[in-house]
């Protein structure tokens, strides 16, 4: 059954899908800390009615859980944006389509063999979307920016078994608040060892960290619902995240959707879907 879970995970995957495009255009020049600070400002003032809550619970948790875990929020988000930065989309969302597999291993979520072959044919089926498209050429690989991108993929496997932990201390409107702090907190000492330089930003740039600050909380908490009520299709449902990215673009640029990528699409969506229905889906606490 396709019910609340499974559009909510559509509404995550929808926000990371529009991310890509609008980190790479908005982020700051070589001022990756100050575009964080702004984006997660604005995300944590969003949330500021259920900080007091968080702070309150906060104490139930180890330390060490939640200092990793604002560690962790630092990571994945420095390393993400330095990868958008420098690699070509078609690459990054190719070989970021292996970040759901590293997920249900992280989360030791058990499939049968059917589960296992819808999942190889989603992966299967999102790597020849997005190679049905026009590539471009005109960007060189760097290797530096590829290792981010592969230690942002496995930080955001973990990021996922952490919401799971989480899940049985915080509600899922609170785990997006303290994602959205525990990313300010992690991204203030950085700029500040910067000297809180200013470089590399303009007014079109303040308003894509704004809008990415309003938006990714919507995010946060659609994947969280998702990941607690129906485990394998949150994740699996990432496979969307290039289709929906495609639209977007199609709708504010010039690309075009080719009769293979149609067709592509559609077999990612029913695998994905399959996945869940027979897969026998459980997740180890």
């Given amino acids: 059954m396709f019910g609340l879970p499974q559009c909510l995970a559509i509404v995550a995957v929808a926000v ?3 991310m890509p495009i609008l980190v790479k255009h908005a982020a700051f020049e070589s001022n990756i800390s100050l575009f964080l600070v702004v984006r997660f400002t604005l995300s944590t003032i969003l949330l500021a009615a259920v900080m ?10 180890k330390p060490i859980e939640w200092l990793a875990f604002l560690l962790l929020n630092g990571v994945i988000y420095f390393l993400q944006t330095i990868a958008l930065q420098a690699l070509p989309a078609t690459l990054y969302i190719v070989v970021f389509s292996l970040t759901p597999i590293l997920c249900l291993i992280t989360l030791r979520i058990r499939l049968n063999s059917w589960g296992w072959l819808c999942v190889g044919i989603t992966l299967v089926s999102c790597i020849w979307f997005a190679q049905s498209g026009k590539h471009d050429t005109s960007s060189s690989l760097s290797w530096t920016a590829m290792l981010a991108m592969l230690g942002g993929m496995v930080s955001w496997a973990i990021y996922s078994a952490f919401i799971i932990r989480f899940q049985t201390t915080f509600s899922d409107v609170e785990i997006a608040g303290l994602s959205s702090v525990f990313g300010l907190m992690a991204a203030l000492p950085i700029w500040a060892f910067s000297g809180f330089s200013t470089a590399g930003v303009s007014g079109l740039h303040l308003g894509g960290a704004a809008l990415i600050g309003l938006i990714v909380p919507i995010g946060y908490y659609a994947y969280s619902y998702a990941l607690r009520k129906t485990p394998v299709f949150a ?6 995240e290039p289709i929906l990215a495609l639209v977007v673009a199609v709708a504010l640029t010039s690309e075009t959707i080719t009769p293979q990528q149609a067709v592509a699409a559609l077999i990612c969506i029913a695998a994905a879907v399959m996945a869940e229905r027979v897969g026998k889906q459980h997740a180890a606490g």
């Fill in 52 to 61: 007091g809550g968080i702070v309150r619970k906060l104490s139930a948790q």
């Fill in 16 to 18: 990371w899908a529009v």
């Fill in 235 to 240: 994740v699996t449902s990432q496979y969307f």
